[in-house]
C-alpha cells in the first residue's frame, strides 16, 4: 500500500548546513532550543499534506489530497500506557475508496505485531516489526502468506539509520541503501512518538523519524540522491528540493511544540 508515502518521504529529507545570527546572544538561544511540528506540506505540483497533534506532541492525524480532490487520511491512536495501539487509514485515491486498520500487540523480545485488515475483507495478513528499546526498527518481516519486502536496519551512535538492508518480493533480489546526516534538525524531530511507527506503512518501510537530516541516500554503485534546503530562523527547513529534478520540491509550515 501506498497510501503514505509522501509522509514517509518527508520523514527521509533532511536539512543542510547553514549558519543564522541573531540580534543577541538570548535571541540565539532561544532559536537553538525551539522545537517546532510540522502541520502543512504543500508540494510543487499542488498537492497538500497537513498533520495534526495532541497535547503530547503526537502525531493523531494525517491527511493528504491532491488537486483533482483524492487523497487519504491517517488517524493514530494510543492506549493508556502512551503506547501506539491502532492506525486507520481511509482514503480514495482515483475513485479507489478504502479503509485499512492496522492493529498493534506487543509481545516479548521487542516484538510488535501489525495485523492488518481492509474493510470489508475476512481476512488480513501480520507483520512482524522487531525494535530494540529504543523504538528503533531493527527489522521488519512480512507475513509468511505473501512476498512483500522484508528489511534489516543499521544505525549511527545517534540515532539515524546508517543503512536499509532490504530483500525484495518474491524475486528475493537483495539490496542496500546507505544514508549520510548533517547536524540539523530533523522536520520530525520534535515528534513524540517511537519512530518505528512512522516507519511501517504495511507495505514499505523505509527511514522514521530521524535527529538529524538526510544529505544523501546511495543504493549499491547508483548514483546519490541529494536535496537542497531553505531554513527558518530556527534551523527548521521551510522548503525542500530534490536536485535530481529542481522543479520536484515541496515547503513546510510548522507549529510550535507543547
Known amino acids: 500500500m501506498k497510501t503514505i508515502n509522501y509522509l514517509f518521504l518527508s520523514l527521509v529529507i533532511t536539512l543542510l ?81 478504502y479503509t485499512y486498520l492496522h492493529n498493534f500487540t506487543y509481545k516479548e523480545g521487542n516484538k510488535v505485531l ?7 475483507e475476512n481476512f488480513g495478513t501480520t507483520d512482524t516489526l522487531y525494535i530494540n528499546d529504543a523504538g528503533q526498527i531493527l527489522k521488519f518481516r512480512p507475513d509468511a502468506n505473501n512476498y512483500a519486502t522484508s528489511y534489516d536496519y543499521e544505525y549511527y551512535s545517534n540515532g539515524n539509520v546508517k543503512s536499509v ?24 524531530s520534535a515528534v513524540n512518538v517511537p519512530s518505528w511507527l512512522l516507519m511501517y506503512d504495511g507495505d514499505d518501510i523505509y527511514i522514521g523519524l530521524t535527529i538529524n537530516n538526510k544529505l544523501k541516500t546511495k543504493w549499491g554503485d547508483s548514483d546519490p540522491e541529494t536535496y537542497t534546503y531553505t531554513y527558518n530562523e530556527s534551523g527548521y527547513p521551510t522548503k525542500i528540493t530534490f536536485v535530481s529534478d529542481s522543479e520536484d520540491y515541496f515547503t513546510i509550515e510548522y507549529t510550535s511544540a507543547k
Open 165 to 188: 538492508r532490504e530483500k525484495r518480493g518474491e524475486s528475493r533480489d537483495v539490496e542496500e541503501q546507505f544514508l549520510e546526516y548533517d547536524n540539523n534538525k530533523g522536520i520530525y
Open 17 to 97: 548546513s547553514v549558519s543564522f545570527t541573531s540580534c543577541s546572544d538570548d535571541n540565539d538561544d532561544n532559536t537553538k532550543t525551539t522545537k517546532s511540528l510540522p502541520k502543512l506540506l504543500t508540494w510543487s505540483y499542488g498537492g497538500k499534506t497537513s498533520i495534526e497533534y495532541d497535547s503530547q506532541n503526537r502525531i493523531t492525524k494525517y491527511s493528504e489530497a491532491d488537486t483533482n480532490g483524492y487523497g487519504s487520511t491517517i488517524e493514530y491512536f494510543y492506549d493508556t500506557n502512551g503506547k501506539p495501539s491502532k492506525v486507520t487509514i481511509t482514503g480514495n485515491w482515483s475513485g479507489d475508496t
Open 114 to 120: 501489525v495485523t492488518e485488515k481492509r474493510s470489508g
